[in-house]
């Protein structure tokens, strides 16, 4: 596990090998990313800033998100609703997401038995395999039992 103050200072290089300026909004939209281990979109990200006092413009907002996946410190994930989430790369390399319809909350999950499927889906169909993804859609515990997330 990467350490939370690493990936800010791993940010801040890239700025700079980048001849980008460090800006305090740039740090303050890159941890709010970087050190969640939620799936945000760009709207979450802003909300999450207003909460935290920090005033950054909604062009920021998007520009950073753009360096912070260029980067590779952060994941965009499109999971078909029109618009995109951002998660932390962290160390993990793959892992599938269950995303609840009526909260918006990404569950994640990994599952070996998914992996050797696919392979074997793949294998069937004479298709040389890369990669796949998967979400899976539908109403989470909680949603199930009327009790609130937020
Ligand atoms: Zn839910
Ligand atoms: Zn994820």
Request: charged share 30%; net charge positive.
């Amino acid at each position: 596990m990467v350490d939370q103050r690493d990936v800010i200072d791993a940010f801040r290089s890239y700025l700079r090998d980048h001849n980008l300026p460090v800006t305090n909004q740039r740090i303050a939209v890159a941890s709010v990313v970087l050190l969640s281990n939620r799936h945000q979109t760009a709207d979450d990200i802003a909300r999450e800033l207003r909460a935290r006092g920090a005033s950054v413009g909604q062009a920021t907002v998007y520009r950073t998100l753009e360096l912070l996946v260029g980067s590779g410190l952060a994941v965009e994930r499109d999971f078909g609703e029109g618009y995109k989430r951002y998660e932390s790369a962290r160390d993990e390399p793959h892992h599938e997401h269950l995303l609840c319809t009526v909260c918006g909350h990404v569950t994640e999950f990994r599952d070996e038995r998914l992996d050797r499927m696919t392979a074997l889906v793949a294998e069937t169909h004479g298709f040389a395999r890369h990669r796949h993804r998967l979400v899976i859609l539908g109403v989470c515990r909680a949603c199930q039992s009327g009790t609130t997330r937020r």
